[in-house]
């Protein structure tokens, strides 16, 4: 298997023109995905996480928006692709689960018609061939009797049908990267559960390549094999899955890891959340972007977090954009571990 990555972005920067001024969602993001693996990416609310997908996608505003940087699909380049080129990639190459399956979906088609219509896009099917393609699709995401639901339409369908019924139709011309927004976001524990075992069978079936996008780091640990931690439009943390969770190196990631509760702790101890509220990327912090919220700062002194962007230095892939010494990071993250398991 060749060694360069399926999918490659580096020095990703998406910026929004607005009346107040120009929105830095994305700025200088870098990162890799090979065949078959799933990449997390995970991040409070406007820290990025979908600016970027997007931006993969092709799909922000050329009017009202800048993107720059390099996005390389199976050693394509996305961002000097034409819209022609980028028509014919999505849906067929590449697809997104969106987060709201009822927005995304229209009221006035039914769902086969739906499914029908992006294979028929891309793969010139007759109207009988696209309805045989969808009662196939709907069976193999476990909607029931897909022959009769194939003409129902969105609003007959529960939460997690609707959201099954969307994996279908990313996967009908099955494309080799997908990415999923926050696909689980509004079902319950079971239906949840149920969808994240339905997108790792389809991937060990087709090999498809997945980025995963969540604020949820229990779904991360069920699904992703390797996980970037975002915030303010930067990484500022990456490694494995094992990695960020059982030996987090930033103290954004910290602070995400403590705001949950854990079935070992002792529950008369609170959550600790995080202090402050996430930055404007109008008018982003100075230095690090999380010095204002964090609570080591003064462990660094000298004023440094508020004065200098710490890099992001990755040793294997692995690495976190903090000027924290390596020795205190580890000494922290080691004492957070103890606290959380009291």
């Known amino acids: 298997m060749s060694s360069t990555p399926f999918l490659s972005v580096r020095d990703l920067r998406v910026h929004f023109s607005t009346e107040d001024g120009m929105v830095k969602a994305v700025d200088g993001l870098s990162f890799d995905l090979a065949h078959g693996k799933t990449l997390g990416i995970v991040g409070e609310s406007g820290?990025?996480?979908s600016v970027t997908n997007l931006a993969v996608l092709g799909l922000h505003h050329p009017d009202h928006t800048e993107v720059s940087g390099e996005i390389l699909l199976d050693g394509q380049d996305l961002l000097t692709a034409t819209e022609r080129e980028l028509e014919r990639l999505r849906g067929n190459k590449m697809a997104m689960i969106f987060q709201d399956a009822l927005a995304s979906l229209s009221p006035y088609h039914s769902i086969g018609r739906q499914i029908g219509e992006t294979y028929r896009k891309h793969t010139g099917a007759s109207k009988r061939d696209a309805r045989a393609r969808?009662?196939?699709m709907l069976r193999k995401v476990g909607i029931p009797q897909p022959d009769l639901r194939v003409d129902d339409y969105p609003h007959q369908f529960s939460g997690g049908m609707r959201q099954r019924a969307m994996i279908a139709m990313a996967l009908v011309c099955n494309p080799e990267l997908l990415i999923a927004d926050e696909p689980t976001t509004a079902l319950d524990v079971t239906v949840q559960a149920q969808i994240m075992d339905?997108?790792?069978?389809?991937?060990?079936?087709t090999g498809t390549s997945i980025i995963f996008i969540t604020h949820d780091l229990g779904v991360i640990a069920d699904i992703a094999d390797d996980v970037l931690v975002m915030y303010g439009g930067k990484c500022v943390e990456r490694g494995t899955k094992q990695e960020v969770l059982r030996a987090p190196q930033h103290p954004y990631t910290w602070g995400l890891l403590g705001s949950m509760p854990t079935l070992e702790g002792d529950v008369d101890v609170p959550l600790s959340p995080i202090p402050g509220t996430p930055p404007?990327?109008?008018?982003?912090?100075?230095?690090?972007?999380?010095h204002p919220r964090c609570t080591f700062a003064e462990q660094v002194g000298g004023g440094r977090c508020a004065a200098e962007q710490p890099p992001l230095e990755l040793v294997e892939g692995r690495g976190a954009a903090c000027h924290l010494t390596g020795e205190q990071r580890a000494r922290f993250s080691a004492d957070r571990a103890a606290a959380r398991a009291h």
């Open 198 to 205: 339905l997108l790792k069978e389809l991937q060990q079936e």
């Open 280 to 290: 404007s990327l109008l008018n982003p912090p100075t230095g690090c972007r999380f």
């Open 134 to 136: 969808a009662v196939e």
């Open 47 to 49: 820290s990025g996480k």
